[in-house]
């Protein structure tokens, strides 16, 4: 009979941890789970069950919200955008595999910035985003067109990816002037690739995502959180890279039909 207790007192010790963690787990870090697990089903192309935890997500977000004031305003309005996103993508008939995984990517990021207390996902995407734009930039200089708006097109799908998530990190003033420099590459490309002066805030917008990075990092990062740059980074940045030729070449061809349209 003491055997049998023992026994019994000995896995009612085995579990004790794992009850202490599970009380020990708040809301938002609920939710980092759930948006952690939605992102690893779309990366198994699994988007039945990636929008059933979704849809989960709401009810774990309204009870949230529910229970107290855990978010600001505008922590709000970046969840809620990212999650109707994400939902859309997982929920899409016919999206195809790199813009799904962009768009859960993203809500992904912006419940970890708001979840971590050490270094953010977001940060993980340095080395991805930082040899793009140097390939931007590289492009500009040597005149190559093709190649220029091929890998600009791909940087800006990954800051976009990112930005959300940024704007719960650092300061407003300081994303409008990363904001400022980025509008004006793209919206300037002719000018970018052709005067130098132009081709300057091309060093200085790589300077400050540099900065940025570097100053978000830290000594030593969380093992855990190297999956983003390996799996997720590789992924988006081979896709999107077809995306971003895909989309240059359209548009190459809307303004050839516009100047015949002219023409005519």
């Known amino acids: 009979m003491k055997a049998k207790y023992l026994f019994l007192f000995s896995v009612l010790l085995l579990f004790a941890p794992f009850t202490a963690y599970a009380e020990q787990t708040s809301p938002v870090e609920r939710l980092d789970q759930i948006s952690d697990e939605a992102l690893q089903m779309v990366k198994l192309q699994r988007y039945d ?5 979704l849809r989960h997500f709401s009810e774990e977000f309204l009870a949230a919200t529910g229970s107290g004031k855990p978010f600001s305003m505008d922590e709000l309005r970046i969840i809620t955008v990212a999650h109707d996103e994400a939902v859309t993508a997982a929920a899409s008939p016919d999206m195809g595999y790199a813009e799904r995984m962009n768009r859960v990517t993203k809500f992904r990021l912006v419940i970890d910035a708001i979840a971590s207390t050490n270094q953010p996902l977001w940060t993980e995407m340095e080395g991805p985003i930082m040899t793009v734009f140097s390939d931007v930039r590289k492009a500009a200089y040597d005149g190559n067109n093709d190649r220029f708006h091929t890998s600009l097109n791909t940087f ?12 719960i ?66 992924i988006i940045v081979l896709t999107l890279s077809y995306v971003g030729w895909r989309k240059y070449i359209g548009d190459r061809e809307k303004a050839k039909n516009i100047q015949k349209e002219r023409k005519n």
């Open 49 to 53: 069950d990636a929008n059933r935890l």
């Open 169 to 234: 990190d650092i300061t407003p003033e300081r994303i409008q002037k990363i904001d400022a420099k980025v509008n004006f590459i793209d919206h300037y490309r002719p000018h970018v690739l052709s005067e130098p002066s132009s081709q300057a805030e091309l060093e200085l917008l790589e300077a400050d995502l540099q900065t940025l990075f570097d100053e978000m990092a830290e000594d030593e990062a969380d093992p855990s959180l190297w999956w983003v740059m390996i799996s997720t980074g590789s």
């Open 156 to 167: 800006l799908s990954l800051y976009n990816m990112i930005h959300p998530s940024m704007k």
